[in-house]
């Protein structure tokens, strides 16, 4: 069964930093494109950063350009979300989700697979 399971959410104050990981289970993500989402209370979710299949392409949301880093190994079936110089409108459900590609540096706009959802709070 295709599983995505994000980890490392957490409380942090303003300006400090987190790692969040997307963990693939019961497939490869070789051949997948990952996205990042985050949802806010009372807000729609919205995308963060993706990474093409084979890492070659990134893409960044404008609020997040410069603070956050979106990495993968292929190997260790994981993608990674580095988060610095948080802020509290940072304070969200963080989501990975993966989209099956052909080609390695296509990015998609759409993903069929979800994970559950990692807390990130930003607070004093």
């Known amino acids: 069964q295709l599983q995505l399971v994000e980890s490392g959410g957490g409380l942090v104050q303003p300006g400090g930093s987190l790692r969040l990981s997307c963990a693939a289970s019961?497939?490869?993500?070789?051949?997948?494109?990952i996205g990042w989402f985050r949802q806010a209370p009372g807000k729609e979710r919205e995308g963060v950063s993706y990474i093409s299949s084979s890492g070659g392409r990134t893409y960044y949301f404008g609020s997040v350009k410069g603070r956050f880093t979106i990495s993968r190994d292929n190997a260790k079936n994981t993608v990674w979300l580095q988060m610095n110089s948080l802020k509290p409108e940072d304070t969200a459900v963080y989501y990975c989700?993966?989209?099956?590609?052909?080609?390695?540096?296509?990015?998609?706009?759409?993903?069929?697979?979800w994970g559950q959802g990692t807390q990130v709070t930003v607070s004093s």
């Open positions: 019961g497939f490869t993500l070789d051949y997948y494109a």
């Open positions: 989700a993966a989209e099956r590609t052909i080609d390695g540096t296509y990015i998609p706009y759409e993903y069929a697979y």
